[in-house]
């Protein structure tokens, strides 16, 4: 709907509720270029164009404290980047 990113907002009784946004493609810094004509000074990255998206964890302090909610959206990060991790 061309919608990138939002904010949730609690509504009682939750104690958190994740907002995601839709992908975006991005240009972002690739992978390192090999060439044996440039010395270490002169290394580059080729840029890449790549599908970003926004997660924002709104949570109820009274209940869920700021490293818990670091925690969840590490281990979600985590999880989205290598989905292959929730086959072990």
């Known amino acids: 709907f061309g919608i990138a990113e939002f904010s949730a907002v609690i509504n009682p009784p939750q104690a958190a509720i994740l907002a995601v946004g ?6 972002v810094p ?5 060439n044996e004509e440039m010395n270490a000074s002169e290394a ?3 840029p890449t164009v790549k599908t970003l ?3 924002r964890l ?6 869920v404290d700021e ?3 670091a925690l ?3 281990a979600l990060n985590k999880y989205l980047a290598k989905p292959q ?3 072990l």
């Open 22 to 27: 839709g992908g975006v493609k991005t240009v």
């Open 30 to 34: 690739g992978e390192w270029i090999d």
């Open 44 to 46: 580059t990255r080729r």
């Open 53 to 55: 998206m926004t997660a």
């Open 58 to 63: 709104s949570a109820d302090r009274r209940v």
């Open 67 to 69: 490293a818990t909610a």
């Open 72 to 74: 969840f959206l590490s």
């Open 85 to 87: 991790l929730l086959m």
